[in-house]
């Protein structure tokens, strides 16, 4: 069974998308095979951000007009399998609970053939958000040292199920320091344990660096484009506490 890795945050425009792909990407590297889904369903981009083409997606499946085997796409870039979220015709919408039970039970099955899986959950929380979170090992809570980035991502995890929330690991994404990274996972950590008593944990930080956007216009990896910057090496870091992470083995099934 894969390791499950959703990425998630309050706030929309935190790196989500960016983190979601290059952690695909650094942990494909390290000769583990991976799938990443785009469940950000509403406003589903992975695909741009990585220069994918596909023809089939999650809603093709949804519809019953693909089988699950056939929305699954090579994506070069990132040597990772994608199943992209991204109808050619607009923005799914509002997935009965019945199509997100087919989502998942397909998800769960074709992980299993899988090293990793990252999930791209989008913003906020919604039903979907729930079902996915479910599926997952760790949950990346991504926050950005903004005071409504820090409110945002306190309410993502007070909206979660009591359960859920061990699962929950405080990612500071465009922090300028490592500093600056473990203050805001003490402090925020310290509001989620005493307003919530939920115990996260944080395996890593990404900082701030310009090298993001041109990597992101290139439709690359940043380790493809700028393997010694600095946001390459800490998503290296992080992918490989990840892969290595054994704290929170997943007791739900689906
Ligand atoms: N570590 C970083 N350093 C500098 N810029 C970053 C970093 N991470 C992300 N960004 C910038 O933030 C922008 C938003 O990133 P991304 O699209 O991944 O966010 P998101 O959380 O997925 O957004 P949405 O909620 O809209 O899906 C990117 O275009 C990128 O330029
Ligand atoms: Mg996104």
Redesign the pocket.
């Known amino acids: 069974m894969a390791k499950v890795v959703s990425i998630l945050?309050g706030?929309?425009?935190?790196?989500?998308?960016?983190?979601?792909a290059n952690l695909a990407h650094a942990t494909a590297l390290q000769r583990r095979s991976v799938l990443v889904f785009d469940g950000?369903l509403g406003?589903a981009?992975i695909d741009i951000?990585i220069g994918l083409v596909t023809k089939r997606h999650i809603n093709d499946f949804i519809l019953g007009d693909a089988a699950f085997d056939d929305v699954v796409a090579h994506a070069q870039s990132i040597g990772c399998s994608v199943i992209s979220g991204r109808p050619a015709h607009g923005l799914i919408v509002n997935t009965t609970p019945l199509e997100r039970r087919r989502i998942k039970e397909a998800l769960a099955r074709k992980a299993m053939g899988y090293d990793a899986m990252f999930i791209?959950l989008?913003?906020g929380i919604e039903a979907n958000v729930i079902d996915f979170v479910d599926l997952s090992d760790l949950v990346l809570l991504?926050v950005k040292p903004e005071p409504t980035s820090i409110m945002d991502a306190y309410a993502v995890v007070k909206a979660l199920p009591f359960a859920l929330r061990a699962r929950v690991v405080i990612t500071p994404?465009?922090v300028q320091s490592a500093s600056e990274a473990e203050i805001l996972i003490r402090q925020f950590g310290g509001v989620l344990r005493r307003f919530l008593q939920a115990e996260p944990r944080s395996l890593g930080f990404?900082?701030?660096?310009?090298n993001?956007?041109l990597a992101?216009r290139r439709q690359q990896p940043i380790a493809a484009c700028f393997p010694a910057s600095p946001?390459a090496q800490d998503i290296r870091m992080l992918a490989d506490r990840i892969l290595m992470d054994q704290l929170q083995p997943r007791v739900a099934g689906v």
């Open positions: 945050s706030k929309g425009g935190v790196g989500k998308t960016f983190l979601t950000d406003l981009n951000q791209d989008g913003a991504v994404n465009m990404v900082r701030t660096d310009a993001v956007s992101i946001a």
